[in-house]
């Protein structure tokens, strides 16, 4: 789903707004939680999940063309990590994909 999908699914939903309404919403939102998470705060929304930062350490790695090593500073990267009751959801309604499909 991508964010005019949204929008676009907030706009059926709620034919009481226009969909400049919707637009704003989704991106207030989306908004607020990118400025949040800049601060380094924890986003969590029940039943869904929650986002956090997580710290990569630096390390070493190597330039693949001149095989150099190439020291790789510290990052801060947003990490999800979806809640009890969106795993079941998707798990119920996934099929399971290490099976072959049926011939």
Known sequence: MTRSDLVNKLAERFTQLTQRDTEFAVKTILDAMSDALARGHRIEIRG?????????????????????????????VPHFKPGKALRESVDERLPVLDEPPAA
């Open 48 to 76: 869904f999940g929650s986002f956090s930062i997580n710290r990569r350490p630096p390390r070493l790695g190597r330039n693949p063309r001149s095989g150099e090593k190439v020291t790789i500073p510290e990052k801060l």
